[in-house]
């Protein structure tokens, strides 16, 4: 029998998603192509329709593997969303069109920038012909449906982005036990996007693996700690049978964790979390991919 898991309204896009989805990024981490398939038509068929992607995860293999799998009758069954790096509007564009290529679709559900880590990234994505304008531009061509950004670096930056007088439909970023205690995604900018209808995508529950390296806490609780935040979505990698038999149980008719056990996980964390040591992706360079590849961020000039 299929799992029963709950769903969520995307900030005020009128889309309900499922409250765990699927991030693509581990989807090429799969041992092949067919396994890949096979593991996202089964989390379709358990009830998760949230699927995340990016247009340079492993060189476009998530994205190709991904379209894969939805070809035919699975497109209309998920809510279908990717991130581009391109911070001008020519390098935008033709980053989109390469992942509805892959993707195998004319449209996406969502579409956001990816990476926005630096402190100049909004100046850059407002600035004229930046990459603001060919988002834009998508949307108007109905290449797609909704508009946000991700980064993982500094909620500053966040909030920057949000200040741009700019309406955007969804944000993703951290939201996990050791973000609640350095530099909090979760405490400086969830307040905002909640008071601006904004969709919230949370992202690295298990902090990059992080957490459980700590010893302190299980997935289990790791994901249902996030799942219990005010978002819409939780995004995780599920790139064996594993790890998407634990994200399932963990949303399998899921209630928020009461305020009394979330403190506990939160104390059982807090000596771990106080520098961002385990943190590494606010704290190192070590999950930038544009940092590692900047050509990314300017694939063709203006």
């Not at 609640?180 to 298990?206: C, D, N, T, W, Y």
Request: with cysteine; net charge negative; charged share 25%.
């Amino acid at each position: 029998m299929a799992a029963e898991i709950p769903r969520r309204m995307l900030g005020n896009t009128g889309e309900a998603v499922s409250i765990i989805g699927m991030g693509g990024n581990h989807i090429a981490g799969a041992n092949c192509r067919t396994e890949a398939i096979s593991l996202v038509h089964e989390a379709i068929e358990q009830g998760i329709d949230f699927m995340d992607n990016c247009w340079d995860c492993h060189g476009g293999r998530s994205e190709m593997w991904m379209g894969d799998a939805l070809r035919g009758r699975y497109r209309d069954r998920v809510f279908l969303t990717t991130k581009i790096d391109g911070r001008n509007k020519k390098a935008a564009r033709k980053q989109l069109d390469q992942s509805l290529k892959r993707l195998k679709t004319d449209y996406l559900d969502l579409l956001q920038i990816h990476e926005v880590i630096r402190p100049d990234d909004p100046e850059r994505i407002f600035a004229r012909g930046g990459a603001i304008e060919a988002l834009e531009k998508a949307r108007d061509m109905g290449k797609v449906r909704f508009l946000g950004f991700s980064g993982h670096k500094d909620p500053e930056i966040h909030l920057k982005m949000l200040a741009q007088g700019f309406h955007w439909d969804a944000t993703q970023m951290p939201i996990n036990l050791l973000d609640a205690h350095f530099s909090s995604f979760q405490k400086q900018v969830l307040p905002v996007l909640r008071e601006q209808g904004i969709g919230v995508i949370g992202m690295k529950p298990l902090a990059g693996g992080a957490l459980l390296e700590t010893g302190m806490v299980t997935v289990t609780e790791a994901l249902q700690y996030a799942m219990s935040q005010p978002l819409a979505v939780v995004v995780t990698g599920m790139e064996s049978q594993r790890e998407l038999d634990q994200a399932i149980e963990a949303a399998d008719d899921f209630l928020p964790l009461g305020d009394k056990v979330m403190e506990n996980l939160l104390g059982r964390i807090s000596p771990f979390a106080q520098n961002g040591e385990y943190e590494r992706y606010k704290t190192t360079t070590r999950h930038d991919g544009t940092v590692e590849h900047p050509e990314w961020l300017e694939k063709a000039k203006v």
